[in-house]
């Protein structure tokens, strides 16, 4: 945060890119982190919380085509570009579900509450604690999805780049199968 600040402060053009989660590195394990680039579960998942907070994956090929759009265009100058395809803002539970109709089968659920994840962050050594905290404001907090875009200072990708396709959460998943 302080460079960007930094980065104000001194007047520097910019368009700080607001990407959210990776797709590559969340969806292959569909969401569970404690199980990160591993492939398709095969019969239990781990989740956060209740899973009802709401998340954001994108494509990284879709990150760098909205970012490279991003460029010279006068709409994202001084302000952030938020990456949030409407398709792909979903809880951890609706990205089960979609993955349990698309695998023809069910998962047995283990879930670690707040506190439990909290203890993990604590005890891990950097950097899975690292990749646990943000776990912690994805999944539990909701921190990529509960928000407005203030249009003062945010725009969304997917607004300004109507006639860009985006791999959808639906779409990404057929991959795995």
């Known amino acids: 945060l302080s460079l960007r600040r930094l980065i104000e402060a001194e007047g520097i053009p910019?368009?700080?890119?607001?990407?959210n989660g990776f797709a590559e590195t969340y969806l292959p394990s569909i969401g569970d982190v404690t199980a990160v680039g591993a492939d398709p579960p095969s019969d239990k998942i781990t989740v956060?919380?209740?899973?009802?907070?709401?998340?954001?994956?994108?494509?990284?090929?879709?990150?760098?085509?909205?970012?490279?759009?991003?460029?010279d265009d006068p709409r994202t100058l001084n302000k952030i570009l938020y990456m949030r395809p409407p398709a792909n803002i979903?809880?951890?539970?609706?990205?089960?579900?979609m993955w349990e109709r698309k695998a023809g089968r069910t998962f047995q659920?283990?879930?670690?509450?707040?506190?439990?994840?909290?203890?993990?962050?604590?005890?891990a050594a950097f950097p899975l604690n690292i990749l646990l905290s943000l776990a912690l404001s994805i999944f539990i907090g909701g921190d990529q999805a509960n928000f407005e875009i203030e249009p003062?200072?945010?725009?969304?990708?997917?607004?300004l780049y109507p006639d860009l396709k985006y791999t959808t959460i639906d779409e990404y998943l057929d991959r795995l199968l």
């Open 90 to 97: 979903v809880s951890h539970n609706e990205l089960i579900s």
């Open 48 to 71: 956060l919380g209740d899973g009802d907070a709401k998340a954001v994956f994108v494509v990284e090929k879709d990150i760098a085509t909205y970012t490279v759009r991003a460029v």
């Open 109 to 123: 659920i283990v879930r670690i509450p707040e506190a439990g994840l909290l203890k993990l962050i604590k005890e």
């Open 14 to 19: 910019h368009t700080y890119v607001c990407c």
């Open 152 to 159: 003062s200072f945010g725009v969304e990708a997917t607004e």
